[in-house]
Structures are given as structure tokens and as C-alpha cells.
């Protein structure tokens, strides 16, 4: 697995950490002290509100997990996949693709989300 495929494994696996210390500890490994998540419905800023923001989304999708949707693509400190989200086990009604930036050390400074398909 390349150090990209990696990244967004943690990635995901950050986005469906229930548990709120569990999460703040994953994020921030994940991503440095002023790191940016921003997608059409949100935009957060540092370890902190990006943790809450995987937190609102978990309240808002009860039950819902992330997950990759084919490869992961990755060069020069940049990274782009495609998720998932949808109940385990079965078909996701919501998908999207995210492009990620990382710092030199590999951790994550910007993450630009996109929604692929949403329920209408």
C-alpha cells in the first residue's frame, strides 16, 4: 500500500471514530495544528474543528460509515480519492471525491471535499 493509499485509510478511519477522544487524537495526528477541511456544506479549521465537524456529521448520518471508493491516486504532497458514506453492508446513497494536501512530514494541511451524489 503506498503512503497515499494509507493516508486516506486513516483518513476514513478518522471519519468514523465514534468515540470524541478517540477522534481528536486521530485528527490530530492526521493533520497539522492549522489544517483546513472544506466541502459545499462546511469549512473548518484546526484539529479542533475539524474533529467536530466528523462529529456533526456522525449525529447527522447515525449508523452511516465511511468508506474508499476505488483508488487512491497521490504525488507531490497531494492526494485525491473517492468515499463513500452509506449504512454497512449496503449501497451508499452519499458519494464524494476529496483532494488533499499534505505538509512535508505527510500530514494532512488542506482536504477539499466534493459531493458526487446526495439524496435528493
Not at 5 to 30: F, G, M
Amino acid at each position: 500500500m503506498s503512503d497515499y493509499a494509507a493516508l486516506a485509510e486513516r483518513y476514513i478511519a478518522a471519519w468514523n471514530e465514534t468515540d470524541d477522544d478517540a477522534r481528536r487524537r486521530a485528527v490530530a495526528e492526521l493533520w497539522t495544528g492549522d489544517g483546513r477541511y472544506v466541502d459545499p456544506l462546511v469549512e473548518a479549521e484546526g484539529t479542533d474543528g475539524i474533529a467536530a465537524t466528523i462529529g456533526a456529521v456522525q449525529q447527522q448520518f447515525p449508523g452511516f460509515v465511511f468508506r474508499l471508493a476505488g483508488p487512491v491516486d497521490g504525488h507531490h504532497q497531494q492526494l485525491r480519492f473517492s468515499w463513500e458514506l452509506g449504512p454497512a453492508g449496503q449501497a451508499a446513497p452519499i458519494a464524494g471525491s476529496d483532494v488533499a494536501v499534505t505538509d512535508e512530514g505527510g500530514r494532512l494541511r488542506t482536504v477539499l471535499g466534493f459531493l458526487d451524489r446526495v439524496p435528493g
